[in-house]
Structure formats: structure tokens, C-alpha cells
């Protein structure tokens, strides 16, 4: 049975229960499209990476990259368990703030910072940057001049690794768009420029090398590669670095064809790979940060829609529409992302037909999941699309200007409201009248 791959009960009567609470009452209440989260997961996953690192006895951090599910109430949730936050963007980073999320915890990432984002970092305080590219640097160092500030900074770098993944989510590879090459020299003039700065601190090294990675090899590969190049910094300036930031991407069990590691190995072997290099070139161990997102949310969350219309295409295809799609999950049209799905309230019946989930928007291309195996559908079913918990709502649109769909936190058997659905009047809010 697919639940039984999944963190989720079924209860007496068939109903998949998420968080203890029966998934038809959810949808009921606060109506579907419906994006539900059971918190006691969430904070579960978080606490297999923390564990993790206590028990091998080294200094690490865990930082939440918010950009798999970024609103208030998750922030709060990771500040609860004493996690760090990756942001990208001056609305991650404004979210932050609003939750009340200690700004010495927050790293800030990304590609093309604005100068706005880059001064709003400085002037809230954050624990760290990760400096991608060379304007970024000069940009920061007009505002720290200015300011007269310091701030603590990390090296971005591209090591060159072709991760096992789809190729829209490598970023580890020499061919990015993201950080400073190792192979042409890029990351030595970065660090020729930050090394000794007089407002920038530079701590070491981060990378990442892509995303749903289910080996360890990679992170080996990226480990050793790094260690390289600081050696070559500590036998040219002594520099010893205090932060190796080793990024995420570890995989979340989708389908059936998804084989994921568990979480405690990923960061054994890293710290395996930290230490020995350290040791080589006899040096302290530096601390250890590494940043998952979709493998703290991803296996959390729930999504729920109601079955509308259905088409039968004798000898082709059967179609079942629901009353989301990719406004709020784009992920399949994207990127070909696969998931697995059971009717809520028929969760224990066995298949009798094969079904492909459509969307209601108007694209051909909406497509949730293809040849589905479910018992009998009607109108009114309520369909569970599993493990939709990353890059859902953070990816959702208001395509055909659908309203987004409300967010759900469940924990204990107590369900609470944390983001609200949209209405046709906050669809149009920032609209202006041409009349």
C-alpha cells in the first residue's frame, strides 16, 4: 500500500489521518486546494541532522533553507528547534524578522543580491553572507564603508561535481550560474580580495552540489575538492578556515522508485570526510554547516483537492480533474517531478482503475501525476497528494489568477491555520484602474 511508504496513519474508518487529524475534517474546514503540514514531522527530520552532529561530538550547524517552504509559522517552528535560516531574497529575510527569528541565526544567499538586500543584512545584523559572485562584493563593500561595519562572509564555490539529478537542480557543476570557479581561478580572487579585509570576515568555504541526491560520493568528492584548495590558501597566507559549508540536497522518498538515505548518514559521512581532510593537513576541524530544506518539509506536507470532472478516452486515457494543479504545485510541469497520491477518504480500498490527475488550469501541460492507480473516483473524492511539502506553496503562481491555497499546520491532534487562502479581491489588490 502506497501510505505505508509514508509518514501517515489511516484511520478506522479509511481516512488518511495527517498529524492525528482526520484528513476529510481538514479539507472540510478549511476547504481545498489545501496545503496541510504535520508539524511533529517537521520537527522530527529537523532533529535527525541536530542529533546527528551532538553525537559525533563536533561544532555544526543546521540551517533551514526557507526557500523549500518559507512563511511565519515554519520559521517559528525552526527557530523552536534551534535550527539557522538560509534566505535568498529580501521577502525570505522579511519574513525572518516578522517571525521574530534571531538575526545572528540567518545566512543570506543568492545569486544577484540587490543592494537593498544587501543593506538590509547589514543593518538587521545577520549572522552571515555567502558571497557569489565579484559585484557582490564591491556592492558590500560600499555599504559596510558607509555603515562602518564588519560582517562575517562565506565563499561560494563551484567545484565542478555533476550531481545524480535533474540537470534544472545541479548546482555544483562547473557550468552554473552560482558561486566562484574553482577550476579557472575564480575562487582565488575572491579570496584574494576578502582575505585580511578590513570590514569583511571571511570564515571558509560553502558549496552545494545539487538537490534529491540519494548517495554520499558527491559530498565526498566536494569534501576533498575543497580541502585542496584550502590547502593551497594555508601554504600561501596561512589561512585556516573556521566555517566548511557543505549546502544540501539530500533526497526525500517521492515514489517507490526513490531510495533515500537516512538523514543521520549523510551527516556521518560528511563529518567522516571534514575530519579526515582537517587531519591532513593538520588543522582544527572547522565547524560544519550543511543547509537541507526539502528533507526537513518535503515528507511533511499533505496536499488535498477535491475530484471534479472526469473524461474517458476509450482505449487512451482516463482523465480525473481536480481544483488545483500547478498554480500551486508547478513542480511536475517543471521539472517532470513525480509523486504518489491516495483518496483521503478511500485510503485502505484497493485500485480498481488507472487515472491521470489533471489541473484545472488552462494549459495542456497541467498535470499532477499520470496513470495513477485508485479505486473507483466520484465527484467530491478527496485526493492526498504525498510529500508535497517542499517547493509547493514557495513555487506557487496565480496562474489564470487562481487564488493560492491556505496552509494548515497540524501537531498533537490540534489543527491551526498559518497562511490564509487568497480571495478574487487580494488577487486583484495591486491592480490600477486604466479608467
Given at each position: 500500500?502506497?501510505?505505508?511508504?509514508?509518514?501517515?496513519?489511516?484511520?478506522?474508518?479509511?481516512?488518511?489521518?495527517?498529524?492525528?487529524?482526520?484528513?476529510?475534517?481538514?479539507?472540510?474546514?478549511y476547504?481545498?486546494?489545501?496545503?496541510?503540514?504535520?508539524?511533529?514531522?517537521?520537527?522530527?527530520?529537523?532533529?535527525?541532522?541536530?542529533?546527528?552532529?551532538?553525537?559525533?561530538?563536533?561544532?555544526?550547524?543546521?540551517?533551514?533553507?526557507?526557500?523549500?517552504?518559507?512563511?511565519?509559522?515554519?520559521?517559528?517552528?525552526?527557530?523552536?528547534?534551534?535550527?539557522?535560516?538560509?534566505?535568498?531574497s529580501?521577502?525570505?529575510?522579511?519574513?525572518?524578522?516578522?517571525?521574530?527569528?534571531p538575526?545572528?541565526?540567518?545566512?543570506?544567499?543568492?545569486?544577484?543580491?540587490?543592494?537593498?538586500?544587501?543593506?538590509?543584512?547589514?543593518?538587521?545584523?545577520?549572522?552571515?553572507?555567502?558571497?557569489?559572485?565579484?559585484?557582490?562584493?564591491?556592492?558590500?563593500?560600499?555599504?559596510l564603508?558607509?555603515?562602518?561595519?564588519?560582517?562575517?562572509?562565506?565563499?561560494?564555490?563551484?567545484?565542478?561535481?555533476?550531481?545524480?539529478?535533474?540537470?534544472?537542480?545541479?548546482?555544483?557543476?562547473?557550468?552554473?550560474?552560482?558561486?566562484?570557479?574553482?577550476?579557472?581561478?575564480?575562487?582565488?580572487?575572491?579570496?584574494?580580495?576578502?582575505?585580511?579585509?578590513?570590514?569583511i570576515?571571511?570564515?571558509?568555504?560553502?558549496?552545494?552540489?545539487?538537490?534529491q541526491?540519494?548517495?554520499t560520493?558527491?559530498?565526498?568528492v566536494?569534501?576533498?575538492?575543497?580541502?585542496d584548495?584550502?590547502?593551497?590558501?594555508?601554504?600561501?597566507?596561512?589561512?585556516?578556515?573556521?566555517?566548511?559549508?557543505?549546502?544540501?540536497?539530500?533526497?526525500?522518498?517521492?515514489?517507490?522508485?526513490?531510495?533515500?538515505?537516512?538523514?543521520?548518514?549523510?551527516?556521518?559521512?560528511?563529518?567522516?570526510?571534514?575530519?579526515?581532510?582537517?587531519?591532513?593537513?593538520?588543522?582544527?576541524?572547522?565547524?560544519?554547516?550543511?543547509?537541507?530544506?526539502?528533507?526537513?518539509?518535503?515528507?511533511?506536507?499533505?496536499?488535498?483537492?477535491?475530484?471534479?470532472?472526469?473524461?474517458?478516452?476509450?482505449?487512451?486515457?482516463?482523465?480525473?480533474?481536480?481544483?488545483?494543479?500547478?498554480?500551486?504545485?508547478?513542480?511536475?510541469?517543471?521539472?517532470?517531478?513525480?509523486?504518489?497520491?491516495?483518496?483521503?477518504?478511500?485510503?485502505?480500498?484497493?485500485?480498481?482503475?488507472?487515472?491521470?490527475?489533471?489541473?484545472?488550469?488552462?494549459?495542456?501541460g497541467?498535470?499532477?501525476?499520470?496513470?495513477?492507480?485508485?479505486?473507483?473516483?466520484?465527484?467530491?473524492?478527496?485526493?492526498?497528494?504525498l510529500?508535497?511539502?517542499?517547493?509547493?506553496?514557495?513555487?506557487a503562481?496565480?496562474?489564470?489568477?487562481?487564488?493560492?491555497?491556505?496552509?494548515?499546520?497540524?501537531?498533537?491532534?490540534?489543527?491551526?491555520?498559518?497562511?490564509?487562502?487568497?480571495?478574487?479581491?487580494?488577487?486583484?489588490?495591486?491592480?490600477?484602474?486604466?479608467?
Open positions: 500500500m502506497i501510505i505505508d511508504h509514508h509518514p501517515f496513519e489511516v484511520n478506522a474508518a479509511g481516512h488518511l489521518m495527517i498529524g492525528g487529524v482526520d484528513s476529510l475534517t481538514l479539507a472540510e474546514k476547504g481545498t486546494p489545501l496545503y496541510v503540514y504535520d508539524v511533529g514531522i517537521i520537527r522530527k527530520n529537523a532533529r535527525s541532522f541536530v542529533q546527528t552532529f551532538k553525537d559525533l561530538d563536533v561544532q555544526a550547524k543546521v540551517a533551514y533553507a526557507s526557500k523549500a517552504f518559507s512563511s511565519i509559522a515554519m520559521v517559528q517552528v525552526a527557530k523552536q528547534e534551534g535550527l539557522c535560516l538560509d534566505v535568498v529580501e521577502g525570505e529575510l522579511y519574513t525572518a524578522l516578522q517571525a521574530g527569528f538575526t545572528e541565526r540567518i545566512h543570506l544567499h543568492g545569486n544577484n543580491k540587490s543592494r537593498e538586500e544587501l543593506k538590509m543584512a547589514v543593518d538587521e545584523n545577520i549572522g552571515c553572507i555567502v558571497i557569489d559572485n565579484l559585484y557582490e562584493i564591491q556592492l558590500l563593500e560600499e555599504i564603508r558607509e555603515e562602518n561595519k564588519t560582517i562575517d562572509v562565506l565563499i561560494r564555490v563551484t567545484p565542478g561535481i555533476e550531481s545524480n539529478t535533474h540537470q534544472y537542480i545541479m548546482t555544483g557543476n562547473e557550468d552554473s550560474k552560482f558561486g566562484f570557479n574553482l577550476i579557472n581561478g575564480q575562487a582565488d580572487e575572491a579570496f584574494q580580495l576578502l582575505h585580511n579585509h578590513g570590514h570576515q571571511l570564515k571558509g568555504l560553502h558549496c552545494h552540489i545539487g538537490s541526491i540519494f548517495e560520493e558527491g559530498f565526498m566536494a569534501v576533498n575538492l575543497l580541502f584548495q584550502l590547502e593551497k590558501w594555508l601554504d600561501q597566507v596561512d589561512f585556516v578556515p573556521e566555517v566548511l559549508n557543505l549546502g544540501g540536497g539530500y533526497g526525500i522518498r517521492y515514489t517507490e522508485e526513490d531510495e533515500p538515505l537516512a538523514y543521520h548518514i549523510y551527516a556521518e559521512k560528511i563529518v567522516a570526510a571534514v575530519r579526515e581532510n582537517s587531519e591532513r593537513l593538520n588543522i582544527s576541524l572547522p565547524e560544519i554547516w550543511i543547509e537541507p530544506g526539502r528533507s526537513i518539509v518535503g515528507n511533511a506536507g499533505v496536499s488535498l483537492y477535491t475530484i471534479g470532472s472526469s473524461k474517458e478516452i476509450p482505449n487512451i486515457r482516463n482523465y480525473v480533474s481536480v481544483d488545483g494543479g500547478m498554480a500551486d504545485n508547478i513542480r511536475p510541469a517543471l521539472y517532470e517531478a513525480q509523486y504518489e497520491a491516495v483518496l483521503a477518504n478511500k485510503a485502505t480500498e484497493e485500485p480498481t482503475t488507472t487515472v491521470s490527475i489533471a489541473g484545472k488550469a488552462c494549459e495542456s497541467d498535470m499532477l501525476i499520470w496513470d495513477l492507480p485508485l479505486p473507483e473516483v466520484q465527484p467530491g473524492d478527496v485526493l492526498a497528494v510529500a508535497t511539502g517542499a517547493y509547493g506553496f514557495s513555487m503562481s496565480n496562474y489564470n489568477r487562481l487564488a493560492k491555497p491556505a496552509v494548515v499546520f497540524v501537531e498533537d491532534g490540534m489543527d491551526r491555520l498559518v497562511v490564509r487562502r487568497e480571495s478574487v479581491e487580494d488577487i486583484v489588490k495591486n491592480d490600477l484602474s486604466y479608467e
